[in-house]
């Protein structure tokens, strides 16, 4: 039996715990002896050896001699149906050739994979393919992946491939061989097959930026099989520009087309940036294989001296306020909606009667560009007291990209919805600002505390929007807000989800999500339980502001009078969303709950419940807004906008409140940010602070700019105000403009290619660049791209493109001494119009040949039995860890048992001890024994001797022979005896001795 180990390096805990059991841990053993000191540490070693054994991992082939089989099939797009019929009838044919035992699957991938028929011993594939599959890209590797981690094990297992082998995610030979170490043997059938005849647009190419009223080429490559007529459209921001007047002759080959386009000068609400598209029509459908590419994409924009800035107000929230004591005459509900106001209108004005022209754009949150693209084209975004929420991740990325990589200023002002009491904590616009949202270190703030009531409110089916509102409240929390879930579980009723506890950090902040998302509430026959329940949680808490919110749908039975009333006057407060009323009982009910009519919300569309929930939240979590009144003091510093700000010994207007926050600290190295105007109190906080942020800078004013709230005095009786602001709003654009390099990307079939050429205005080369390259996907998210140098001024970089849509690729460069040797940028927005599924004409046959190397396997044909040859020999690894582990815990339980309790062991030992002694006493004695015959032997033959010497001399005396020979016999025989005996007792003790030892 072959045994090998997974893991063999852990064997060497075995020598190295016994040497540190001898020498090191032989003292925890002191207090044993004799046999149970030898057994204890018998068994530590055992232990150890078998939790070693068990680490390894060791492995005993085994073999139960039936096979499993998995179909996988390619169902990208790239392959034609003629290719997937074909497919299909390979499987058939070739399923029927399996053993009784043996067990086939089906599964069907591109982009994904779908299990379409699991491990079955009656095997019968369908025709076509089940399940919303996504078939715009080709992911073999994950595939391969997959289906290997669904065998069963003890079996031998292999995958037949079927496949073009043309993927543009992952490495499918990476996946191969990482399946050949499993045991899994890869055979590949391929799908031959050649597109003979196709049209294709390859790109659209468009200057970077173009003049007004002046004329510019716009340059399309279309690439052709054959000689075909085709009639190509123009479409300018998504409208018909121009056709051609007649189908246009496209040859075998590229084909280059020019068109002509003039954007007029734009008046105030048109756009600067325009995307072109272009769409070819092929006359002859037969010449035409792939429709699908025949579209490409591109992007311009007016090339223009004045700033442009984006101001982003604060969205008017659209929600549903019934006041339960007004009603029409019909009994309708009175409705009214929220309105901010404009956070920076007299911002606008003061930059619109400016002298020097700026195109100031306003609009509010929702509206907020979502194309990165878009945004890059404005030198300064202005965000007027906007809440984080009301961003998406998207557009934050977006945010910090144009200000990092493309030099775009950025403005944030304060307000009760902005900075932290906006949710911006450990928020991606938190990163780009200069201030922290929390406050400094010492500083107690009044704490809020707020409970969630949710109930099940599933709208359409899809989405449980108790869950989404509660998990969009815990981001606009400070983290020492205290927050607690109530739900109603079928199993036990009214339950917390989590106690009331401090919203506290990031971290904190998605383990409390994750458990919302595993939350199963049920339908709640009755409210009372669950108010009660959060009633006792906020009672028991020292939060200064306390709210209950609630979302039902006002079915389940009302609370008693007693519960409300207690609410009330421990000045809880209560607000209701209604949504999916059963009628007007459950108004009645839901209104009563509310603590006013301000606090009852009726919503008929979900996409406002999260907006409802964060405003009410905002309530209690504003502990970071002051409205104390306060003199701004101005810093003794030197700031690059100091020009802004007053003498110091000028006092300022008062301005009526702000959010607090703390200036950011840096790491050592780094310029740390200018806080040239701050609150006069003990903590200082910033009032005014800006930095710099990559190419760009980005200012905060934690109060605001409106002429009627905080600023009120500022705006009517500081005659400074305009120019305050104008000279804070031009030291903040854009200072970094495009370098005007030449920047050309070229999709492929699995990636993009970057070229940048850097040529100075002089015509020389530039060499040396520290490019920092980005691309945006269509997602919004930010990727990476190096860019390296690869000739005289030419950088190249490639990035992969997983998603059809608009990318934004920005490369900027920041010398090491900063502004002395300047700094520069690129950037370029370019779509990928199709999959690049169908940017391949024919099968990859190089790659589906690399594959089969790579997993030892054969290329197959349609002959081919699938269930022979390389498969007869596997055999499938499986793991004997366990035994060990169960092995070391019960020979470790023993080892406990031995050194703890006393099994007799001692007495064992002490009576064999007494038994070694009683021996040693009985040796000792017959050791004396002998030294005493040995004595005595001596003595015998001393007086032997003797006797011989007397009869030695008396024989020389004359006698008669016959006499002196009758005497002799007798001596000698004695003498001889006493040899013989002395002779016994030393073996004898020899013998003892050796008992002894």
């Given at each position: 039996m072959n045994i090998d180990f997974e893991y063999p390096l852990f064997l060497l805990l075995i020598p190295i715990g016994a040497a540190y059991f001898y020498f090191v841990a032989r003292s925890t053993l002191a207090g044993l002896y004799g046999i149970r000191k030898k057994l204890a540490f018998a068994l530590r070693m055992l232990v150890l050896s078998a939790l070693a054994i068990a680490l390894a991992s060791p492995t005993i082939p085994v073999d139960d001699g039936s096979f499993r089989v998995i179909f996988l099939l390619d169902a990208s797009k790239s392959i034609p149906e003629s290719a997937q019929n074909e497919a299909m009838e390979f499987i058939r044919d070739r399923a029927v050739g399996r053993g009784v035992d043996d067990e086939v699957a089906f599964y069907a991938f591109a982009r994904d994979t779908s299990i379409q028929v699991p491990f079955t011993k009656d095997f019968i594939p369908d025709n076509r393919i089940s399940g919303d599959l996504k078939r715009d890209r080709t992911d073999i590797s994950a595939a391969l992946d997959i289906s290997a981690s669904t065998f069963p094990s003890g079996a031998r297992r292999k995958i037949v491939l079927i496949t073009d082998g043309n993927e543009n995610i992952g490495d499918a030979v990476e996946a191969v061989t990482k399946a050949k170490q499993q045991g899994i043997l890869v055979d590949v059938y391929p799908?031959?097959?050649?597109?003979?005849?196709?049209?294709?647009?390859?790109?659209?190419?468009?200057?970077?930026?173009?003049?007004?009223?002046?004329?510019?080429?716009?340059?399309?490559?279309?690439?052709?099989?054959?000689?075909?007529?085709?009639?190509?459209?123009?479409?300018?921001?998504?409208?018909?520009?121009?056709?051609?007047?007649?189908?246009?002759?496209?040859?075998?080959?590229?084909?280059?087309?020019?068109?002509?386009?003039?954007?007029?000068?734009?008046?105030?609400?048109?756009?600067?940036?325009?995307?072109?598209?272009?769409?070819?029509?092929?006359?002859?459908?037969?010449?035409?294989?792939?429709?699908?590419?025949?579209?490409?994409?591109?992007?311009?924009?007016?090339?223009?001296?004045?700033?442009?800035?984006?101001?982003?107000?604060?969205?008017?929230?659209?929600?549903?306020?019934?006041?339960?004591?007004?009603?029409?005459?019909?009994?309708?509900?009175?409705?009214?909606?929220?309105?901010?106001?404009?956070?920076?209108?007299?911002?606008?004005?003061?930059?619109?009667?400016?002298?020097?022209?700026?195109?100031?754009?306003?609009?509010?949150?929702?509206?907020?560009?979502?194309?990165?693209?878009?945004?890059?084209?404005?030198?300064?975004?202005?965000?007027?007291?906007?809440?984080?929420?009301?961003?998406?991740?998207?557009?934050?990325?977006?945010?910090?990209?144009?200000?990092?990589?493309?030099?775009?200023?950025?403005?944030?002002?304060?307000?009760?919805?902005?900075?932290?009491?906006?949710?911006?904590?450990?928020?991606?616009?938190?990163?780009?600002?200069?201030?922290?949202?929390?406050?400094?270190?010492?500083?107690?703030?009044?704490?809020?505390?707020?409970?969630?009531?949710?109930?099940?409110?599933?709208?359409?089916?899809?989405?449980?929007?108790?869950?989404?509102?509660?998990?969009?409240?815990?981001?606009?929390?400070?983290?020492?807000?205290?927050?607690?879930?109530?739900?109603?579980?079928?199993?036990?009723?009214?339950?917390?989800?989590?106690?009331?506890?401090?919203?506290?950090?990031?971290?904190?902040?998605?383990?409390?999500a994750s458990k919302i998302n595993e939350m199963q509430n049920g339908d709640m026959p009755d409210f009372a339980p669950c108010v009660e329940l959060a009633y006792e949680g906020l009672e028991a808490s020292d939060a200064s502001k306390k709210l209950i919110i609630l979302i039902s749908d006002g079915d389940p039975a009302p609370p008693g009078n007693k519960i409300l009333n207690n609410i009330t006057e421990s000045s809880i407060a209560f607000s209701t969303v209604h949504i999916g009323s059963h009628g007007q009982d459950c108004v009645q009910t839901m209104m009563n709950m509310a603590t006013s009519a301000e606090h009852y919300f009726q919503v008929t569309d979900p996409t406002k419940l999260p907006a409802i929930f964060i405003q009410e939240a905002q309530q209690v979590t504003r502990n970071t807004v002051v409205t104390d009144p306060f003199v701004p003091l101005i810093s003794e510093i030197t700031t690059p906008i100091e020009s802004s700000i007053p003498n110091s010994n000028v006092v300022l207007p008062q301005l009526g409140g702000y959010v607090i926050t703390s200036e950011k600290r840096v790491e050592r190295g780094q310029p740390p940010p200018m806080v040239p105007l701050r609150v006069p109190n003990e903590f200082e906080d910033p009032l005014l602070a800006h930095w710099d942020y990559g190419l760009g800078r980005s200012v905060a004013f934690t109060s605001d700019a409106r002429d009627d709230l905080w600023a009120k005095d500022w705006h009517t009786s500081w005659g400074e105000f305009n120019s305050f602001w104008l000279r804070i709003v031009n030291w903040t654009l854009r200072r970094v403009k495009k370098s005007g390099f030449t920047t050309q990307i070229n999709p492929g079939p699995e990636g993009a290619h970057v070229v940048v050429q850097a040529v100075n205005e002089t015509g020389e080369f530039i060499e040396g660049i520290p490019w920092r390259g980005t691309v945006v996907d269509p997602?919004?998210?930010?990727?990476?791209?190096?860019?390296?140098?690869?000739?005289?001024?030419?950088?190249?970089?490639?990035?992969?493109?997983?998603?059809?849509?608009?990318?934004?690729?920005?490369?900027?460069?920041?010398?090491?001494?900063?502004?002395?040797?300047?700094?520069?940028?690129?950037?370029?927005?370019?779509?990928?119009?199709?999959?690049?599924?169908?940017?391949?004409?024919?099968?990859?046959?190089?790659?589906?040949?690399?594959?089969?190397?790579?997993?030892?396997?054969?290329?197959?044909?349609?002959?081919?039995?699938?269930?022979?040859?390389?498969?007869?020999?596997?055999?499938?690894?499986?793991?004997?860890?366990?035994?060990?582990?169960?092995?070391?815990?019960?020979?470790?339980?023993?080892?406990?048992?031995?050194?703890?309790?006393?099994?007799?062991l001692n007495k064992l030992t002490a009576k064999m001890e007494e038994r070694r002694k009683e021996k040693k006493k009985q040796l000792d004695e017959l050791r004396k024994r002998a030294v005493a015959s040995t004595a005595s032997v001596t003595l015998d033959l001393n007086a032997s001797r003797k006797s011989s010497a007397q009869l030695s001399a008396e024989s020389e005396k004359p006698a008669p022979a016959a006499t002196a020979t009758a005497e002799k016999a007798p001596e000698e025989e004695g003498y001889m005896q006493a040899l013989l005996d002395a002779k016994k007792r030393v073996k004898k003790q020899r013998d003892w001795r050796k008992m002894e030892d």
């Open positions: 799908l031959s097959y050649a597109y003979s005849r196709d049209v294709s647009v390859e790109r659209i190419s468009v200057p970077e930026s173009v003049i007004a009223d002046e004329g510019f080429s716009i340059e399309v490559v279309v690439s052709s099989d054959v000689e075909t007529d085709a009639i190509f459209e123009i479409h300018r921001n998504g409208e018909l520009l121009t056709t051609s007047s007649a189908p246009i002759r496209l040859k075998p080959g590229t084909n280059s087309l020019a068109f002509q386009d003039v954007i007029p000068p734009p008046g105030p609400d048109d756009p600067l940036d325009y995307r072109y598209e272009v769409v070819a029509r092929i006359a002859d459908r037969e010449a035409d294989g792939i429709t699908a590419n025949n579209r490409a994409e591109g992007f311009t924009s007016l090339s223009s001296d004045v700033p442009r800035i984006l101001c982003v107000e604060r969205a008017n929230s659209i929600i549903e306020v019934a006041h339960a004591s007004i009603r029409t005459a019909s009994g309708d509900l009175v409705r009214r909606e929220y309105d901010h106001g404009e956070s920076t209108g007299a911002l606008v004005k003061a930059m619109t009667e400016d002298q020097r022209q700026m195109r100031v754009s306003v609009i509010r949150s929702p509206t907020f560009p979502s194309r990165m693209e878009d945004l890059a084209a404005y030198d300064l975004l202005i965000l007027g007291n906007v809440p984080v929420n009301e961003l998406s991740p998207t557009k934050l990325t977006m945010i910090q990209v144009a200000v990092r990589d493309t030099g775009m200023g950025l403005i944030v002002l304060g307000g009760d919805s902005s900075f932290a009491a906006g949710g911006y904590n450990d928020s991606t616009l938190e990163e780009v600002l200069p201030v922290n949202m929390e406050p400094k270190q010492g500083r107690e703030l009044e704490q809020g505390a707020i409970v969630m009531i949710l109930h099940t409110c599933e709208i359409g089916g899809e989405e449980d929007w108790g869950k989404r509102v509660a998990r969009e409240t815990l981001k606009v929390l400070s983290p020492q807000d205290e927050v607690g879930v109530v739900f109603f579980d079928w199993t036990g009723g009214a339950k917390w989800l989590f106690g009331l506890q401090p919203a506290g950090g990031q971290t904190n902040r998605i383990l409390l997602n919004g998210d930010e990727h990476e791209v190096e860019l390296e140098q690869t000739g005289a001024g030419l950088y190249e970089g490639e990035f992969r493109t997983t998603e059809e849509g608009t990318y934004f690729f920005s490369a900027s460069f920041k010398k090491a001494d900063g502004e002395s040797q300047g700094a520069g940028m690129v950037h370029q927005g370019f779509n990928i119009a199709y999959s690049p599924e169908f940017r391949r004409r024919e099968a990859d046959m190089a790659k589906i040949r690399d594959m089969v190397k790579a997993s030892g396997g054969r290329l197959l044909s349609k002959e081919d039995n699938v269930f022979t040859g390389t498969l007869d020999t596997m055999k499938i690894p499986d793991e004997y860890w366990y035994p060990f582990v169960v092995a070391g815990l019960l020979l470790f339980l023993f080892d406990v048992l031995v050194r703890r309790v006393d099994l007799g």
